[in-house]
């Protein structure tokens, strides 16, 4: 099924850019396991499932990366590489280091409890906290930053590139300044008191 931005009643589905932050940030303060798989989430797009299934063989210290297994296409045993920062690859291998078997043991209930729980803290609007929505935002700002099409749809794992393409219907900062141009004669005209709201 292709993904989409919104949902039928028209809210939307993925964090935005100040949201991410403040669910990265939250992550941050959480114990070892719960911060480190939740940074894995937010800086890699992975399905909660392929998250779950990584060892710690799979994070590449020289490549700076994760090896995800693309757990939704037909065949099996199919690789992904992801980039991911540096600081991430040090939590990530210190918190593994005597982990024989998955970095995380907890099943995907588990997994989404925990992503919802980080959210939460974050301020996060209820609709909104899902690991999906993580995804789908993964996916959004690698758009909205120029991040070619076919390299997000490779670091998503998607099997066509129409599915990746939706993320890039996403009003970012590009729109928002062309839109801007359109009403910025208007916008005078909007007492400062109503703009006070967002200072």
């Given at each position: 099924?292709?993904p ?5 009643r028209g809210n939307?589905?993925y964090l935005?850019a ?5 669910f990265?940030?939250?992550?941050s303060?959480e ?22 299934a ?10 700076e990366?994760i090896?995800?297994e693309t ?6 045993q ?14 990530l291998?210190v918190y593994?280091?005597?982990k024989v ?8 209930t588990n997994?989404?409890?925990v ?10 609007a ?17 758009g ?9 749809q490779?670091?998503?794992g ?7 393409a939706?993320?890039?219907?996403a ?5 928002r ?11 005078l005209a ?10």
């Amino acid at each position: 099924m292709t993904p989409v931005l919104f949902d039928q009643r028209g809210n939307r589905k993925y964090l935005v850019a100040r949201e991410r932050l403040a669910f990265v940030y939250a992550a941050s303060k959480e114990p070892e396991a719960i911060s480190t798989f939740c940074l894995t989430l937010a800086f890699t797009g992975a399905r909660i499932s392929e998250a779950l299934a990584l060892t710690v063989s799979r994070v590449d210290t020289a490549d700076e990366a994760i090896i995800f297994e693309t757990l939704k296409q037909r065949k099996k045993q199919v690789y992904r590489a992801v980039p991911v920062p540096r600081a991430l690859i040090p939590l990530l291998t210190v918190y593994g280091i005597e982990k024989v078997g998955r970095l995380w043991p907890w099943g995907r209930t588990n997994g989404w409890k925990v992503v919802k729980a980080v959210m939460r803290k974050a301020g996060i609007a209820e609709g909104l906290c899902k690991p999906k929505s993580l995804r789908h935002a993964f996916a959004v700002e690698a758009g909205q930053k120029g991040i070619p099409l076919n390299i997000v749809q490779r670091w998503l794992g998607h099997a066509r590139i129409e599915t990746t393409a939706i993320y890039a219907s996403a009003i970012g900062d590009e729109e928002r300044n062309l839109a801007r141009r359109a009403w910025s004669s208007l916008e005078l005209a909007i007492p400062e008191s109503a703009t006070d709201v967002y200072k």
